[in-house]
């Protein structure tokens, strides 16, 4: 379900008239190897992926995740259990 995170954030924050979230990354490792972190910004408030990824993409997405569940806490839940 990681994918999805990005595009609900996108959604949630469009129907509740805030502002768009802007992420930013960090990376740490080898070019051939290289792992990343992500940070995203809504509203003025900082939400972080919990740890580094293999790809940009899944550190986004866990940083969008971790904004969903910090604005929405239902939300994340339901999209989830909504595509079992």
Known sequence: M????KNQLQSYV??????LPVYSSEWEG???A????????VDGQTYE??????TLKDA????A????I???????????LSHL
Do not use: I, W
């Open 65 to 68: 995740e971790a904004a969903l």
């Open 2 to 5: 990681l994918h999805l995170y």
């Open 30 to 32: 080898p070019p051939h």
């Open 34 to 41: 290289m792992r990343f972190k992500c940070k995203v910004t």
């Open 49 to 54: 992926s919990d740890k580094f990824y293999s």
């Open 70 to 80: 910090s604005l929405s806490p239902g939300r994340v839940q339901e999209a989830s």
């Open 14 to 19: 469009q129907k509740n008239n805030l502002s």
């Open 60 to 63: 986004e997405h866990a940083a």
